[in-house]
């Protein structure tokens, strides 16, 4: 796997990782998609992305606007969750 795509799926494991615990603590989906929200706000003005598809990602949240900015944050907590609510939108 080349390096880029090692950095990806580690960043994404990392986020996996919040989600997941802050849905075994409880946390409603709007809590966790808010956090999200503000976490992507910081992101975008003090991380330089590490690799393309984090560049995608800061290029989408800098044209984005607020609401879209809140859709995509959601996306994302969705994308990196361990897969129930997935599944429960597939059912």
Known sequence: MPDQEKEWEKWKGSLSMVVNL???LGFEEKTMN???FRLGNWLAEH???MNREQRVIKEL???ASEDER???AALITRMVSDGRRQEDMVH
């Open 70 to 72: 809140r859709v995509l």
């Open 47 to 49: 991380v330089d992305p």
């Open 61 to 63: 949240w800098d044209v």
């Open 34 to 36: 808010n956090i999200a």
């Open 22 to 24: 802050g849905e075994k």
